[in-house]
């Protein structure tokens, strides 16, 4: 399998996952919009986002809720997505959640308000805007940890969607997390493998 990845972007979740579950992967750099690589990366992924995947029949997986589905999906040993209705379902929709709510919609407006309004002066009310759903998420997160290790009773993909978020508020200074998403960063950036994974993507 091959992850291609943008240093740092929100692939580090996928990274972190395929760290955790131990089988062996490669990594390789994607490339970003007007770049003379891009055209190439578009050949491998259409959308030219990251992550994405190559499995080892040499099929493509794009997007990142479900790529972690497919993660978990295929290490069934591993327990990172509870094999009863209930359970796998809240965890989806929290993982959903954090991907296309937390991330896209405030993350991203925060970060890239040129993204969602061409003229700069809107650009200070786009990034409360998203600054205010990035927040409300990270909020909802820690409501949901309410003092256990994970945002629900096991490890499972969802914390992986997390800790992404986590780890750019950290870095970035965007939005503030509470003692029980600070925890929860610090107990996954703590594991070596996946400090490493992580780190790996800035240095190749
Ligand atoms: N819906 C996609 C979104 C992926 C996405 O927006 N990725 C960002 C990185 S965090 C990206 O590829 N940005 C490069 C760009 O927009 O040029 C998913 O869930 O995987």
Not at 58 to 79: C, H, K, M, W
Not at 130 to 156: P, V, Y
Request: proline share 6%; hydrophobic share 40%.
């Amino acid at each position: 399998m091959k992850l291609f990845y943008l240093p740092g972007a929100c692939q580090i979740g996928i990274h972190a996952l395929l760290a955790e579950i131990g089988k062996p992967f490669e990594i390789e750099k994607a490339a970003r919009p007007n770049t003379p690589e891009f055209e190439a990366y578009l050949q491998i992924n259409p959308k030219g986002k990251v992550p994405a995947l190559i499995r080892d029949d040499g099929s493509l997986l794009t997007e990142f809720p479900v790529i972690a589905l497919y993660l978990a999906r295929s290490n069934p040993d591993r327990g990172l997505i509870p094999s009863d209705i209930e359970g796998e379902i809240r965890v989806l929709e929290m993982l959903e959640h954090l991907v296309s709510t937390v991330h896209m919609q405030g993350y991203t407006r925060a970060r890239r308000p040129e993204k969602f309004a061409p003229s700069e002066s809107e650009h200070a009310a786009v990034k409360a805007q998203g600054l205010k759903i990035f927040q409300a998420g990270l909020d909802r997160a820690e409501r949901q940890i309410n003092g256990k290790d994970w945002l629900f009773e096991k490890m499972s993909i969802a914390d992986f969607a997390l800790f992404y978020l986590e780890h750019w508020s950290v870095l970035n200074g965007i939005g503030s997390l509470g003692p029980g998403c600070q925890a929860h960063h610090d107990r996954l950036w703590a594991k070596d493998n996946i400090r490493r994974a992580v780190e790996s993507e800035l240095i190749n």
